[in-house]
């Protein structure tokens, strides 16, 4: 009898020959989620008995376990990958379960995001308060860059054109490269922090241990030194949110934020326009008529 296809046989199908699951950072996420499966059925499990029945009771031991919606929907879209790439090669020869029903995520319209002050405020404490300059070029470039907390980890000085005043983004949430023309109240920390550097350096990286630790002592200054609502729903990403926010209340036209943003759906760009009005009101009274 021949020997039924396995998980494992079509996991590693995937991640040798995906393009964005064998290079780039969707490697990493790719064997994290995808790995939760292995974890409760392990790799020898056949293929064709992966189920409805069995990914919603998979989802609810992870749900149990302490896990968001958000990580659980993660995890649904690793495994429909790889079911659906070795499908579409003809490694999967039989109709696929697929598509397995994805939670509810909390409102993502309700973004939250830091005032201009709020974040000038956060810049003075991290320098003067808690004499850490480190925290406070790190928060500065997020929220004039909007770029994500390890985007900016892995940001390397060759990648920071100082002639061109842009930085090239190369280490992405998609494995899509994008290009953001640098802040000038940007340029000074990026051009000590670039001559300081040797040229196969971070230009952040270099000072943290790992991103828990960017987020701890970004967590002590919210709650310690700002009195910010211990709630989860203000977080160092939050930064990012700022930036989009600020430039749609600011009149940035949203194909330019979304692809400074890396975006590759303007509906995204544009839940952020949801998060003032005062850019509305703007373009309101602007209105020539």
């Known amino acids: 009898m021949a020997k039924s296809l396995t998980w494992g046989d079509c996991l590693d199908y995937t991640l040798r020959n995906l393009e964005t699951w064998r290079n780039g950072g969707g490697r990493d996420s790719a064997i994290l989620y995808s790995g939760y499966f292995t974890r409760y059925q392990g790799r020898t499990f056949p293929v064709h008995r992966i189920s409805k029945g069995l990914m919603t009771d998979i989802c609810t031991s992870l749900e149990e376990e302490g896990k968001k919606n958000a990580t659980i929907n993660r995890f649904i879209s690793a ?19 697929t598509p397995f029903k994805r939670r509810k995520e909390r409102d993502r319209t309700n973004r939250k995001y830091y005032t201009k002050e709020h974040v000038k405020d956060m810049l003075r404490i991290a320098r003067d308060v808690m004499c850490n300059d480190n925290l406070a070029d790190l928060i500065q470039a997020a929220a004039l860059t909007g770029m994500r907390l390890d985007e900016l980890l892995k940001l390397p000085v060759w990648r920071v054109d100082l002639n061109l005043n842009v930085i090239n983004v190369e280490h992405t949430k998609n494995d899509e490269a994008r290009c953001i023309p640098i802040h000038p109240q940007l340029m000074n920390t990026l051009i000590t922090r670039c001559e300081d550097a040797n040229s196969k350096d971070k230009v952040f990286g270099i000072d943290w241990t790992n991103s828990d630790q960017v987020r701890w002592q970004f967590k002590n200054l919210l709650h310690r030194h700002m ?46 326009a949801k998060a003032t009005a005062a850019g509305q009101r703007k373009a309101q009274d602007d209105l020539q008529f």
């Open 79 to 97: 495994v429909s990958t790889v079911l659906k790439y070795c499908k579409e090669n003809e490694i999967i020869t039989f109709d696929l379960p």
């Open 227 to 272: 009195n910010f609502p211990e709630n989860g729903q203000y977080v160092f990403h939050c930064l990012r949110h700022s930036f989009a926010t600020w430039h749609l209340a600011n009149g940035t036209p949203p194909i330019e934020l979304m692809s400074m943003l890396g975006h590759s759906n303007l509906t995204t760009t544009l839940l952020y």
